[in-house]
């Protein structure tokens, strides 16, 4: 880049020094933060485009291979500003399937580049070529895709360049959305001036001057994005000029009506034609209306853009209930099978009465003078009696079993994995089931602690109090007092009082163990998942721990959101995940957003505690922990801090090279 250019961008350093304060160059120096030249080596150029290059580099600081972006020598003052505004926006993104950016700085050059994560897996082009995926796998990775995107539209961000070679696929599975490049604020007066984005995936009111645009544009491009997948090809083919004429002038053939020989769902067609239509106002709503139309797939559902009929919503709840309408059928032909039994007896039994009256009339005398033919008589009734009692009591047992299968359905709804994969929409589902049920059963105190116990997880206090006399009784001073508590937005109380909501159910005696354990940890569940993000306060986490720790002491968790580092000491603290037999088993910490976890001192007694826990570094001296397996648990860490001989035959842990063993 030449020098005029780089005027705009010499005081740089500064800027980066104000606003993207380093907590390792904090705790080593007092000095202003600088970008030094040599800080990442090892540049290894991985990929071209647009106004910038992507290297692999190494950060020597932080011991790590990440992503730069720098960009491209020589590029004019107006294509920098785009380039920084990018980063700007990226960083303020913060969601797990969003690329992550951790610097941002200028070279000797005075050049600008950010950093970024690194992750080694495919894009989802790649992936669409190579069709080794199956199409539920697909269509899971367009539901990240699609949180991505809801998220950052609740920031008041629109992507504007959605495709699929900008969705990158982990080796395990994780989903990022990259390239922010042309994204932008969303407000009345954001006006398209000039045509941007990719051709086949941007809204026709991308390739209009003086358009207008708004959340619509990223909901047609993942309408375009669930085409590819479907399809294997871009929505429309061609060059350019012919790609934006068929864009903005013309309806876009949908995917069945483009490739009738291939398999497509007609119920995806159909979504994909609501998101895709020329009129903006036709698409959905929201990206969450589409993500939830893909979900109703996935499980088996209609989706509303179809409008399916009568027949199709019975195959498809047949579909999905396959296993409980085969037993109700089953039932019904035996209630069927076992009436028809029952009143063949009965007519057979009258046929014998009529008979026999008839025998009466003629044989009078011989019958008053035989006790026995009058005995046999009174036996034949009462065998007939016992045969209808015997029917209306199998009747009834049926119709017991078939209540008892929806209450087990209302139940799983709230244990592992249906809950805490979907708090909320799986506690509003049990709670619809349980109270259809108590209308039928109004005396069942059964569904009368059920009913109770999720309206307290959900916070609903003043409804739960009307299902008094249940065995949570212990509950209702808790519900008492909160129930006239200001809530936020999302109808839950706010962050300070949801604290203290959860240190009064840990002020519980210990007899209640179980109930505080289920409690707490479906409370935070529900309110992570209604409020959203993902991650939470200290705070809860520590009540989480504290839940099934009761001898620790709360202070013992420092927690620098700087660095990203988390602190937990103490010998009381022995447990890091939950074992109850309708807990999520997953690690409390998940809450957290940790590159550093430092658990010296404390006696958790092996890294199985930490499953499903996304961490970087991690010190283990004075603990009891003596190797590092189970590996699932340890995947993803890079550096590992321990004691020496506190592990015995480290070579047999057979670790990646990647993790790096310091002793201490």
Known sequence: ????QNKAFKNLSSFCDDDFEDPWEKSESSTPLSISSDRYTEKDLIATGGMKEIYKVFDTKLGRFIAMAQIIPNTNEEFCEIFLKEAAITASLEHPNIISVYDLGVNEKHDPFFTMELKVGDSLEEIIKNEKKKLNDLLEIFLKVCDAISYSHSQNIIHLDLKPENIQVGQHGEVQVCDWGLSKTVSDE???????????????????????????????????????????TRPIEGGINTVLNTTVNEKIPGPIERFPEKNIPQSLDAVVCKAMAQDKKERYKSVDDLKNEVQNFLTGRSTQAENAGFMKELQLFVNRNRQVCTVVLIAFLAIIIGTAMFFNEIQKSKKETEDALSKLSKT???????????????????????????ANKEKQEMYAQLLGKELKEAYDLMIHPLFYSSPEQSIKKSIKILKSQ??????????????????FISQKFNEALKYEGTKYDELLPIAIKYK?????????????DFVRFLQNINAL???????????VERSICYMVSVRKPIFTSPDVVRELVKSWNPNWSTDQLIYDSKTLTLRLKGKE??????????????????????????????????????????????????????????????R???????????????????????????YK
């Not at 086949?200 to 209009?208: N, R, T």
């Not at 108590?438 to 309206?455: A, C, E, G, Q």
């Not at 937005?489 to 962050?495: A, H, P, R, V, W």
């Not at 993803?636 to 990647?658: A, H, M």
Request: include cysteine; aromatic fraction near 6%.
């Open 1 to 4: 880049m030449n020098k005029p």
């Open 190 to 232: 954001l006006k398209q001036n000039t045509i941007t984005g990719t051709p086949g995936y941007m809204a026709p009111e991308q390739g209009k001057k003086g358009d207008t645009l708004d959340r619509k544009a990223d909901i047609f491009a993942l309408g375009a994005l669930l085409y590819s997948i479907l399809t294997g």
């Open 573 to 634: 603290l022995n447990k890091l995940h939950a074992t109850a037999p309708h807990s999520s088993s997953l690690c409390f910490l998940r809450f957290l957003k940790i590159d550093m976890l430092d658990l010296r001192g404390s006696m958790v007694p092996n890294l199985s505690h930490i499953e499903g826990l996304s961490i970087n570094r991690i010190d283990i001296r004075n603990t009891p922990v003596k190797n590092l397996h189970p590996h699932g648990s340890t």
């Open 484 to 496: 006239d508590t200001k809530r936020t937005k999302f109808g839950i109380l706010d962050e300070k």
């Open 364 to 390: 009078h005398s011989e019958l008053i003078s035989s006790k026995a033919q009058e005995k046999e008589l009174f036996t034949q009734k009462e065998e007939a009696l016992k045969l209808y009692i015997d």
């Open 438 to 455: 108590y209308k039928l059963n109004p005396k069942s105190r059964v569904l009368r602690n059920l009913i109770f116990l999720n309206l």
């Open 509 to 519: 005696s210990n007899d209640q163990k179980e109930l505080k354990h289920d409690t």
């Open 636 to 662: 993803g860490i890079k550096t590992v801090y321990l004691s020496r001989g506190q592990f015995k035959g480290e070579v047999d842990n057979k670790l990646p090279r990647s993790v790096k063993l310091i």
